[in-house]
């Protein structure tokens, strides 16, 4: 295949897994749950959580598997902790085209074993850019309790800040809609007595667009793929991908250079020439990073005649 004047082999580029931290959950005084999700892009990926008191780690938690194209969610338990104590977490995951290790994640157990006063949930945990989330749970006992949200965005390293204030319902239910436009960390605060919840993560998926100038082009022609990914991220590398019988192969990697604001929002750009000898269907993913999640654009057909 001859791709933007390059003759390509039949080896098509290989993509590492990605990995992105969630939150702990389950906390009691000695025990955690850990979460995270993996994207094994297609092939074989062995996952494992490092955990500590510090960003040193020094534990990890037993090997788990993973396969597949879109992200898996995982988690593992841990036993043994300490009580009152702040533990550092991370997932690392591993396949055959490389390593992935996501951001450092925080939790601290509680005194005494039992649960936390103030639940917590993120529905959806993951969305693409410029789409909201409702952070929901509930205060155990205190109908009417006045709760305030704190969110402290990536590299999650400036103090939780407050981000909206509500009153719990008549059985004690809490909402809140927010619309993050980078991975963010939340928890909820009862004001008295004071209570605080667990930590969550957010994560936010890059939005890509992708359009082809022909979508019925002749056999072996040029065809122009363009599209923009929001927020911006200039300089960083998107991958165009065609559809394979063994999963998504990507066959470019144009680099994304500034593009006109969108509402105020900064924005990227990205065109590649492709020749294309056979009909299929294309996609772009912009992949992840600190601050965002994987991105994917909409899948677009071209039909060779």
């Known amino acids: ?82 009580p009152s104590t702040t533990y550092h977490f991370r997932l690392v995951a591993t396949n055959a085209s490389g390593t992935a290790t996501s951001a450092d994640a925080q939790f601290t157990t509680g005194s005494g074993g039992a649960p936390a006063a103030v639940t917590i949930a993120a529905t959806p945990p993951v969305v693409t850019f410029g789409k909201p989330v409702t952070i929901a749970g509930q205060v155990a006992g205190r109908p009417g309790e006045k709760v305030e949200l704190e969110q402290t965005p990536f590299p999650y390293t400036d103090p939780f800040k407050n981000a909206a204030q509500a009153t719990a319902d008549s059985a004690a239910n809490y909402s809140f ?93 990205y065109a590649k020439r492709i020749r294309i000898n056979r009909s299929g269907q294309y996609r772009t993913v912009m992949p992840a990073d600190g601050d965002h999640a994987r991105g994917k654009s909409p899948r677009r057909h071209a039909q060779v005649h």
């Open 1 to 82: 295949m001859v791709i933007g004047g390059f003759v390509a082999t039949g080896t098509a580029l290989a993509d590492p897994p990605a990995a992105t931290t969630g939150s702990a959950s389950a906390m009691t005084a000695t025990t955690a749950t850990l979460n995270g999700t993996v994207f094994p892009n297609k092939e074989s990926t062995t996952y494992r959580f490092e955990y500590g008191t510090t960003a040193a780690y020094g534990s990890q938690t037993p090997a788990g598997t993973a396969s597949g194209n879109s992200g898996k969610s995982v988690s593992a338990s841990l036993t043994g902790l300490a």
């Open 177 to 269: 809609q927010v619309t993050p436009a980078l991975n963010t960390r939340y928890h909820v605060l009862a004001k008295s007595p004071p209570a605080t919840s667990a930590d969550v993560t957010v994560l936010v998926r890059t939005k890509v667009g992708l359009r082809l100038s022909d979508s019925t082009p002749l056999r072996g022609a040029r065809v122009r793929f363009k599209g923009s990914v929001l927020p911006a991220h200039d300089g960083k590398e998107v991958k165009i991908q065609r559809r394979a019988q063994s999963g998504w192969k990507t066959i470019a990697t144009p680099l994304l250079k500034p593009a006109t604001p969108v509402n105020g929002v900064a924005r990227s750009k």
